[in-house]
């Protein structure tokens, strides 16, 4: 059974920095892409980045560019979205998803991603 359980949200403020956390079970993580979306009510999910199970290729929206990074670690089977320079219009629930040998672009859906983590809120207010 695919799993990906999130942690890490919380409340920060603005100029702030955290760190999600997405770990796998299940199944490992190399050969899946792991994008991270967010979605505040009333809006669609939003991708935010990407990194790509080969050749680690990356997508990041002009929003969060030079302030969110993703990583992974293969070896503990965990993925991360490290995000710096918090602004209030961050503030979302964020999500960690998985697709196997898919490469991160410019027009991906979150309907392309078949494993999803539970959530985890990200609230940036002073």
């Known amino acids: 059974q695919l799993q990906l359980v999130e942690s890490g949200g919380g409340l920060v403020q603005p100029g702030g920095s955290l760190r999600l956390s997405c770990a796998a079970s299940?199944?490992?993580?190399?050969?899946?892409?792991i994008a991270w979306f967010r979605q505040v009510p009333g809006k669609e999910r939003e991708a935010v980045s990407c990194?790509?199970?080969?050749?680690?290729?990356?997508y990041y929206p002009d929003s969060v560019k030079g302030r969110f990074t993703s990583s992974r670690d293969n070896a503990k089977n965990t993925a991360f979205l490290q995000m710096n320079s918090l602004k209030p219009e961050d503030t979302a629930v964020y999500y960690c998803?998985?697709?196997?040998?898919?490469?991160?672009?410019?027009?991906?859906?979150?309907?392309?991603?078949?494993?999803w983590g539970q959530g985890a809120q990200v609230t940036v207010s002073s």
């Open positions: 998803a998985a697709a196997w040998d898919y490469v991160c672009n410019d027009y991906m859906l979150s309907t392309d991603f078949g494993s």
């Open positions: 299940g199944f490992t993580l190399d050969t899946y892409a």
């Open positions: 990194i790509s199970s080969r050749a680690g290729t990356t």
